[in-house]
């Protein structure tokens, strides 16, 4: 494992254990918004998948790897306009 992969991993290990929690902009640009009522977030999803039995490519054991993010915004109405 190469010096970049170790470090993501001790980073990913670190913050499952609650030691290490990074600030991301996001972060900092929500909670300046939330007074306002508008409440900003991104989301993350990475799926693994590979066939067990039959279907394509199965013969050599490779899966595939699918990602989707999602940027999320919310608002207050009441807090923005009443």
Excluded: W
Aim: hydrophobic share 40%; net charge negative.
């Amino acid at each position: 494992m190469g010096k970049k992969q170790t470090l993501l991993a001790v980073v990913f290990f670190l913050g499952l254990a609650g030691i290490y929690q990074a600030v991301h902009p996001l972060d900092v640009l929500s909670e300046q918004l939330e007074p306002a009522g508008t409440e900003v977030s991104v989301g993350l999803t990475n799926v693994y998948q590979i066939n067990t039995y039959g279907g394509i490519g199965t013969s050599q054991r490779k899966g595939r790897h699918v990602s989707g993010y999602d940027l999320e915004m919310s608002m207050d109405l009441q807090k923005l306009f009443g």
